[in-house]
């Protein structure tokens, strides 16, 4: 049996260990640069708006006068809108994953189907507030309601549940199938019973992500028309209404520095909403991660 020489190795590895430490400084170094904008990004945020946020801020309307201005009808506009977002983005979103990866045919067919849904994640936004545009608002005549932005925002972010919910349902080992199948379960019932439960940390996953952009997209709502100033709040889903990113929007756009203040209040507000939201779905992952 020849041995190795264990000086060549050595000499062999070096200029990998070398290589190896330059990768990693320049991959920490993007990060870094990465938080540094970041962190000064949002402390310019909280110095411009945490003085001018207080509860009188919260439960105002938008005004012509900053020192009155609030963002109270933009806060339940975006609540009643992500009501409509998350139930259908989740439900069809989960369903067509199923379909796609427990009853659907591994084809050609298949196979460009979900090469599309993977292309749609990046599509830009305003293209999907043109479709909103042309079926929600024109052709089901839902105008500027909540309804026709929040299937507009769906169809913008359900290609990422959809593509989330696939591959937690994918990551599913086939013993827990083939196991609850020996003891008679139907197709249906190890869905329903087995496969959903242990993926469903993976793909609430996928869904905090898609709130997260749904929640923020401002280009969308800006093509369907949605009101820049709005007194009114909704009351149902077929009401007009405005949201807080065309609020925030709209106060950017002002000259005034007031408003450019009360602007970053807003987006406080918005980060806030954006926190809640994402906390619950996060505690709803944890408590079915520890129980499957």
């Excluded at 933009?74 to 259908?88: C, D, E, K, N, S």
């Excluded at 069809?92 to 196979?111: H, S």
């Excluded at 020996?182 to 993926?199: E, F, H, R």
């Excluded at 949201?243 to 925030?248: K, N, R, S």
Aim: with cysteine.
């Amino acid at each position: 049996m020849r041995l190795i020489d264990q000086n060549k190795v050595t000499s062999n590895m070096k200029p990998r260990i070398v290589r190896n430490k330059i990768y990693k400084y320049i991959f920490l170094a993007a990060t870094t640069l990465c938080l540094i904008v970041l962190a000064v990004l949002f402390a310019r945020v909280l110095k411009q708006g945490l003085p001018h946020l207080d509860w009188q801020f919260l439960t105002s309307t938008p005004s012509r006068k900053p020192e009155q201005a609030g963002v109270y009808s933009a806060l339940i506009g975006t609540m009643w809108m992500m009501a409509v977002v998350i139930p259908v983005t989740f439900i069809i979103g989960v369903g067509a994953a199923i379909y796609l990866e427990e009853y659907a045919k591994k084809n050609k067919f298949t196979t460009f189907i979900e090469t599309n849904i993977s292309n749609l994640a990046g599509v830009p936004s305003v293209v999907y507030g043109l479709l909103g545009l042309t079926l929600f608002a024109r052709a089901f005549a839902l105008g500027q309601s909540v309804l026709a932005a929040g299937l507009t925002m769906s169809l913008l972010v359900l290609p990422v549940i959809i593509v989330a919910a696939q591959e937690a349902i994918r990551a599913v080992p086939k013993e827990i199938r083939e196991a609850s199948y020996g003891m008679g379960a139907t197709k249906w019932t190890t869905i329903y019973k087995v496969v959903l439960p242990t993926a469903i940390p993976s793909i609430l996953t996928g869904a905090i992500l898609a709130i997260s952009r749904a929640i923020g997209e401002t280009a969308p709502l800006v093509v369907l028309g949605i009101p820049l100033f709005l007194i009114q709040t909704p009351t149902s889903i077929f009401d007009s209404f405005t949201a807080l990113p065309m609020q925030i929007y709209n106060w950017t756009g002002r000259p005034q520095a007031e408003f450019q203040d009360i602007a970053a209040a807003g987006i406080i507000v918005l980060l806030a909403l954006l926190i809640l939201l994402n906390s619950i779905a996060v505690l709803i992952r944890n408590k079915f991660s520890k129980k499957f």
